[in-house]
């Protein structure tokens, strides 16, 4: 629980910056969006700082991931979820 705890509040203080992008931090933090979405849900603050950034941000988008089909939101041009099977695919077809 105390690293869910840190992983919350290093999502939060991460997020207020607006040099990281919501998809960077979940990266950074490797946090899947089916994860975040649940750490959103029980922490007010958290969905307070995605709130204030939306407000801010034109660009956010909802998309299907090509690999499982999961629907996420994304303000930069990914095309899979932060699942870590389709982060993997999503490295294979970097390379």
Known sequence: MAETLLTVEAAGLL??????TVSEVLDLLDIGDAEFREMVLDN???ANILERRRQHCVDIQERQCRACGETFVTATFRKYCGAPACRAVARIEKD
């Open 44 to 46: 007010r603050s958290l």
């Open 15 to 20: 997020l207020r910056s607006p040099h990281w």
